[in-house]
């Protein structure tokens, strides 16, 4: 099997979880003479360590000149993983007592001890959690995207790595952003479903607002609901596609500040991906259908597929949460990754949520489905040439688990 050149920065992370099975092996015990002249200072919370992998993770990042791994978690911590001595655990600040933030301490109570800590804890973890991590290629900086409507820019160009600017948004709660490579503006779509630019270099709003009622057709009455995708098109970057979760894909004109196309799916919208060609998308649904659209089409998508078939029609199915169209070089065929889209038995499974642990990976008429340990949080395509990601082939996926991280060849066959 071919080596992958982020080898070394996963067994920079299989070493840090070794160290902590070795501490609770008991390995290394060394005997400790208590102090019986106790201090009231002796029981203050000052800091706590951390080690192993990262306690629930909410989304993953790469940065593919550097080779740098992020992964965001649900208490709002950042861990930056590279080559070897490369490993950070990262936290925006806070309000805090005593120099202590009260919502670091919450979230370090709950990934010590879990859960469980009632509903004033979990509306604190849900305000500090990584909704989304993107980094500005091979300039040593990157943008976290937090739960309480936060732009925060790090910069890791020095020994620690620091939040250089924060951009706070007061009357709209953000849902997804999007950089696109070596673009000098940001596109953030929020829960009323408007989409605001942010000029990268100042860090500050341009001033430049899609509203959704522009983005929709005007006979239309029902809101689109909140924005879930937003990408350029790959052959012309004046072309933003805007996803909103009620199945409208609009198709903006970032020059003539214009809906060039209008797209409407007949069920809720989870995902979309370009493909290469920059002439057509694939969007995936609650149903568990995978829609593809040319841009010259609106009407109606080009195809309809169910991947997976039920066992039952009355067995529940999980959405298709994500699915990239990648290219590959192994064949004029494209490669459909995606992670959902399979039906279980509710009476032999009780009480099963909506997570997946299955990744499908369909290239022509061959089909790969890999069914994993643990529920699926996110994936992402690893290129082979970092400079040009939409048009170069894929070696690799990274598949963000909720107590693992699993990498996937793409270039040794089977």
């Known amino acids: 099997m071919k080596k992958l050149t982020f080898r070394s920065m996963l067994d920079n992370l299989r070493s840090s979880v070794a160290g902590v099975a070795d501490a609770v092996t008991g390995a290394n015990k060394f005997d400790v003479d208590p102090d019986e002249n106790v201090k009231a200072q002796d ?36 861990r ?54 993107l980094f500005l290629i091979n300039e040593g900086t990157f943008v976290s995207v937090t739960g309480n409507s936060r732009l925060h820019l790090w910069s890791y160009k020095t020994k620690k790595p620091e939040i250089v600017q924060t951009l706070e948004f007061q009357k709209e709660a953000l849902t997804v952003c999007y950089l696109p ?28 607002v899609i509203n959704w009622n522009k983005a929709m057709e005007l006979s239309s009455r029902n809101h689109p609901g909140k924005v879930i995708h937003l990408s350029v098109c790959p052959l012309d970057s004046a072309k933003l596609l805007i996803g909103f979760d009620s199945g409208l894909i609009t ?5 003539t500040k214009t809906a060039d196309q209008r797209f409407q799916a007949t069920d809720n919208l989870s995902y979309v991906s370009w493909h290469f060609d920059g002439k057509q998308f694939v969007s995936s649904h609650s149903d568990a259908s995978l829609a593809v659209w040319n841009v010259r089409v609106p009407g109606k998508p080009t195809s309809v597929s169910t991947p997976h078939v039920r066992r039952s029609k009355d067995d529940p199915i999980i959405p298709i949460l994500q699915v990239e169209w990648k290219k590959h070089k192994s064949g004029n ?11 279980f038995d509710q009476k032999a499974t009780p009480g099963k949520i909506s997570k997946t642990q299955t990744m499908t990976i369909i290239q022509g008429k061959s089909t790969t489905v890999l069914e994993m340990e643990h529920p699926i949080v996110e994936f992402l395509c690893i290129p082979a040439q970092p400079w040009n990601p939409d048009g170069c082939d894929y070696e690799a996926v990274i598949v963000l688990l909720e107590n693992d991280l699993v990498a996937i060849d793409l270039v040794s066959p089977g």
């Open 251 to 255: 198709l903006w004109d970032l020059k």
């Open 43 to 78: 029981f203050a919370f000052s800091e706590v360590s951390r080690s192993g992998f990262p306690h629930d993770p909410t989304c993953l990042a790469f940065e593919p000149v550097q080779r740098i791994l992020a992964i965001g978690t649900r208490q709002g911590s950042i």
């Open 181 to 208: 490579y070596g673009s000098k503006w940001m596109y953030v779509g929020t829960e009323k479903g408007n989409v605001h630019v942010v000029q990268v270099e100042t860090f500050s709003l341009s001033g430049y």
């Open 333 to 343: 065929e494209p490669l459909l990754l995606f992670s959902g889209g399979v039906s």
């Open 80 to 133: 930056l993983i590279g080559r070897p001595g490369v490993d950070f655990h990262l936290r925006p600040p806070s309000s805090s007592v005593n120099g202590i933030s009260t919502e670091q301490a919450a979230s370090d109570r709950e990934a010590l001890f879990g859960g469980g800590g009632g509903t004033s804890s979990a509306a604190s973890s849900t305000a500090n959690a990584v909704l989304q991590i």
